[in-house]
Every structure is written in structure tokens, then in C-alpha cells.
């Protein structure tokens, strides 16, 4: 590890940066399904591929964001014993 470098903030730049890139990751996937796939809207196709992919695509956001409320819950994992 570098010298200078407090651990804590360490991990805390560590919690931000995964926070970030888990939220990007999300809304990268969800706007290709929705684009590049055609699953956003309906296109002459029957409607319940558009609902099942805007059901799949809140309910992920669910996950992600219980995901995340845990890991920014967590305080003591990160010091040393």
C-alpha cells in the first residue's frame, strides 16, 4: 500500500468508485436492451415483451440500490484488527 494513504479513505474512494461503476454498469444494460434490442418500446410487437422488460428493468434498480444501501451500512468491515 502507499505510504501516506489512510485506510479508511482508501476504502471509502473504494465504496465510491464501485458505487459509481455498479450505476453505470445498470444504465448502460438497461439503455441497450432498451435501444439496441428494441425491448424500450413497441415497435408494431406485441406489448408484454415492453412490460416484462421495464418489470425486469425496476426490479433490478431495486436490487441495485438494496445492494448499494448495504454496502454503504457497512462501517466496521474495513478496520484492521
Same mark, same amino acid.
Given at each position: 500500500m @502507499?505510504?501516506? $494513504?489512510?485506510? @479508511?479513505?482508501?476504502? *471509502?474512494f473504494v465504496k465510491i468508485l464501485n458505487s459509481i461503476s =455498479? %450505476? =453505470? !454498469? $445498470? !444504465? =448502460?444494460?438497461?439503455?441497450?436492451? %432498451?435501444?439496441? *434490442?428494441q425491448l424500450g418500446y413497441t415497435n408494431g410487437k406485441p406489448l408484454y %415483451?415492453?412490460?416484462i422488460f421495464y418489470v425486469c428493468a425496476v426490479g433490478s434498480l431495486f436490487l441495485l440500490l438494496r445492494h448499494l444501501k448495504k454496502l454503504w451500512k457497512k462501517e466496521d468491515d474495513h478496520r484492521p484488527a
Open positions: @502507499e505510504s501516506g $494513504w489512510d485506510p @479508511e479513505v482508501k476504502h *471509502f =455498479l %450505476g =453505470l !454498469m $445498470w !444504465m =448502460l444494460a438497461c439503455a441497450t436492451a %432498451g435501444l439496441y *434490442f %415483451g415492453t412490460i
